[in-house]
């Protein structure tokens, strides 16, 4: 075996957490040149890349780690793969809100792209039958207090501004309910891809071992 099954994990992980985090950085530049949001000069170490500060690139996939820890632990319980029906329920009232809010949000591009990206990214997901979804609800909630901690910090220092007419205006706890979403579809990409690379390494040391 070329690749040793902890190097192949570990490897895994890296590669969930850095597309996402380029896709990231991509948005984010496009969101900052069409004023949806702002940085603040202040509190800021002053490395940018791509107009991006350091710190706002770091913050997803950081924020993202614990989840995906926490998704990798729950996919080796067997037992959360009975709960997949409760999962389709939950899945159809997560579309559903989605799919209300785009259209209630048509006027603002931000929240409006945001919230199709979201709803769209969902539909190929049940298209494709995949049987971790109530997997991932679990390890976002989990994951849910240290992310809302953190953008209520960023947001009271200030080092984010956002641009209130490009959003919604429907907030949790002082957060934009965008930012959340925002969260939810790149680390929801993070844990798509650890599923599939996950099940594709399986598949080839499964080979390798029955050669």
Not at 9 to 30: M, T, W
Not at 74 to 96: C, D, G, M, P
Not at 136 to 152: A, H, N, R
Request: charged residues 15%.
């Amino acid at each position: 075996m070329v690749l040793s099954i902890r190097w192949t994990s570990k490897s895994i992980l890296f590669i969930s957490l850095l597309i996402p985090a380029i896709l990231l950085l991509i948005c984010d530049h496009f969101l900052v040149t069409r004023e949806v949001w702002k940085f603040t000069d202040q509190f800021r170490l002053g490395i940018t890349l791509w107009q991006m500060p350091l710190e706002h690139i770091l913050i997803v996939p950081i924020l993202s780690l614990p989840l995906l820890l926490f998704f990798q632990k729950l996919s080796l319980n067997k037992n959360t793969e009975r709960l997949n029906q409760i999962a389709l329920v939950i899945n159809a009232f997560v579309l559903l809100f989605l799919m209300i809010t785009v259209f209630k949000n048509f006027n603002r591009y931000f929240a409006y792209l945001l919230y199709w990206l979201a709803a769209f990214y969902m539909t190929l997901l049940l298209m494709n039958k995949v049987k971790w979804m109530l997997t991932y609800y679990i390890s976002f909630l989990l994951s849910l207090p240290l992310v809302l901690s953190v953008y209520i910090i960023l947001l009271k220092l200030p080092l984010l501004e956002v641009n209130s007419s490009m959003v919604s205006g429907h907030r949790l706890m002082e957060v934009p309910l965008e930012f959340l979403l925002y969260y939810f579809l790149l680390s929801m990409m993070s844990c798509s891809l650890f599923s599939f690379l996950n099940k594709r390494f399986e598949i080839r040391e499964n080979r390798q071992s029955n050669k």
